[in-house]
C-alpha cells in the first residue's frame, strides 16, 4: 500500500531526519514542509538524501489560516505522487512512531478509514465557549502566538475579555479592534457544511484527499470564510471529512497520542516517562507519540518495539 507522510517542521532538524529515517521504506514517500521563518540548520541535501521526495518551504504563522493553505499544497503533492492509492498522513517534526513501519502499514491495510478527530461545533470541548468564538468571531492578531476574537455588534464580558487582551498585548490594534466591533458584519458559517473541531493532526485515504481537493476548487468562498478564523487548523480539514466521508468510513482519532498533561498554553508537552511510553507500545491503536525531542526516548523506543 501507497503510504506518503507530510512532516511539518520548524526546529529538531535532528528528530526529523531520525523521524524519516524510522518510518522509511517499499512504498512510503515523504513530503517535507519548512516554516521558512526557522533559524534551525535543516540539511536539505540530507533531507533529500535520506528519502524525502520533496520539500515545500514557506513563511507559517501560528494560528493562522497560512498553516491550513501549508497542508494544503502538500495534500496536491501528495496526490501528484500517489495518485488515488493507498494513504496520507499528517505528522509533525516532533512526531515519533511507537510501532514498526510494518505494523503502521498492515494496520491502516486492515482499518481502512479516515482518522481525525472531530465534533460539531460549538461543543463542550477545553475550548473557548466550546469554540463557539471560531465560528463567530473575527480573529485579530496581536502577538506571534497571541490572537484576540472579536465578535461584531456584541458588548458583554466575553467580548470585554477579548479587548483587555489586545491593550494588554498590542494597544496598537485596539482601533482596529474597535472597528471590527462597530462595523464588520456579522460572521455566518458556510451553510452547506457542518463546522466540527478537534486536532490538526490526521491520517487521510488518498481518495478523501482528492475529494477534499476537488471540493474545494467549487468552494472557494469556503477556504477564503477560513482566513479571518483564530486557528483554522483545528477545525478546517475536520468540518471537510466529517462532511464529505460516511460516518461508518471515519475514526475519531488522530492515531496518536498527545500529551496535553504537561503542555504549556497552547502546546503539547514533551514525553519522557518510560512507563507512559511502555503502554502507548502496548496500545494497539496508538501508532504515533507527540511530542518527543529527545534522542534517548527514540532510542528506548526503537529498543522496545523491534518485536512489534
Known amino acids: 500500500m501507497k503510504l506518503t507522510y507530510i512532516i511539518t517542521a520548524h526546529n529538531y532538524p535532528q528528530m526529523l531526519e531520525r523521524l524519516i529515517e524510522r518510518l522509511k521504506g517499499d512504498e512510503i514517500s515523504f ?20 528519502g524525502v521526495n520533496m520539500l515545500i518551504i514557506n513563511n507559517v504563522d501560528w494560528g493562522g489560516y ?49 482518522y481525525i478527530t472531530g465534533y460539531p461545533l460549538p461543543h463542550m470541548m477545553n475550548w473557548l465557549e466550546g469554540g463557539r468564538r471560531k465560528i463567530s468571531c473575527y480573529a485579530l492578531r496581536i502577538a506571534p502566538q497571541k490572537i484576540a476574537t472579536i465578535e461584531p455588534h456584541v458588548y458583554n464580558w466575553n467580548n470585554l475579555r477579548q479587548f483587555m487582551k489586545v491593550l494588554r498585548y498590542n494597544p496598537s ?28 493532526w490526521w491520517g487521510l485515504r488518498m481518495n478523501t484527499i482528492k475529494d477534499i481537493l476537488a471540493f474545494l476548487e467549487i468552494h472557494r468562498d469556503f477556504e477564503i470564510w477560513h482566513h479571518d478564523t483564530a486557528n483554522p487548523d483545528e477545525m478546517f480539514m475536520n468540518s471537510l471529512v466529517y462532511n464529505l466521508s460516511k460516518p461508518n468510513e471515519i475514526r475519531n482519532s488522530c492515531l496518536r497520542y498527545i500529551h496535553w498533561e504537561n503542555g504549556r498554553g497552547n502546546s503539547p508537552g514533551f514525553i519522557k516517562d518510560r512507563k507512559l511510553i511502555d503502554g502507548l507500545i502496548a496500545h494497539p491503536d496508538y501508532l504515533f507519540a507527540r511530542k518527543i525531542n529527545d534522542c534517548s526516548v527514540c532510542d528506548y523506543i526503537d529498543s522496545k518495539i523491534v518485536t512489534y
Not at 513530503?31 to 535520506?50: G, Q, W
Open 31 to 50: 513530503i517535507v514542509h519548512i516554516d521558512a521563518k526557522s533559524k534551525k540548520d535543516f540539511s536539505f541535501d540530507r533531507l533529500y538524501k535520506i
Open 66 to 114: 497560512s498553516q491550513v493553505d501549508a497542508v494544503l499544497k502538500c495534500c496536491k503533492k501528495a496526490l501528484e505522487i500517489n495518485g488515488n492509492d493507498g494513504y496520507c498522513i499528517l505528522l509533525s517534526g516532533t512526531d515519533y512512531p511507537v510501532k514498526s513501519s510494518s505494523y503502521i502499514q498492515n494496520y491502516l491495510i486492515n482499518n481502512f478509514y479516515d
Open 173 to 200: 490594534k485596539f482601533s482596529y479592534a474597535l472597528k471590527i466591533l462597530f462595523t464588520y458584519s456579522l460572521r455566518v458559517h458556510p451553510s452547506y457544511i457542518k463546522p466540527y473541531g478537534g486536532e490538526f
